[in-house]
């Protein structure tokens, strides 16, 4: 297991190589934020239109972005061994990944802290509006896609999963 962790001499050769900072960290961020941000808009929601109760949705977005983090770590860190690839160390992206979907789940959960969930909601629609904007940017920056394009995409992408998780909320 040791030889698969990175050291620090590898880490500094992967953020000073273009090329392999997009493969290596960008990417695999990249998709687990775009992940953790849509994939937990369906529980959440529904939750939040089902019980509108605060604490609820709360520890079902925790869950949520949980269960995605650790999933997608395992998904991305055993997709490849980054040999024919050439996206490097395997735990390593996992990680990358997985803390990335985490954090793209649990940033629009932290608004239901807040005990009114009328309240809660408008703070949720605000950071998951934060959340596809710096996706997009993202998309842009290193991926040289449209900006307007790139926020078309992702918030799309973003509210399908919002009706559906409003949709089975309110049935």
Known sequence: ???NIPNLSELSEVVEND???VLRIVQPGLA???DGSVSTLAPIFATAFATHNSRTVFLIG???AVGAGISMAFSEGLSDDGELTGRGNPVFRGLVTGLMTF??????TLPFLIPNVHTALTWAYAVVGVELVVIALIRHRYFKTSFGL???QVIVGGGLVFAAGVLIGQS
């Open 103 to 108: 954090i793209g789940g649990f940033l629009h």
């Open 32 to 34: 687990g934020l775009m």
């Open 19 to 21: 090329k392999s900072f």
């Open 150 to 152: 790139s926020c078309l």
């Open 62 to 64: 925790a869950a949520s």
């Open 1 to 3: 297991m040791s030889e």
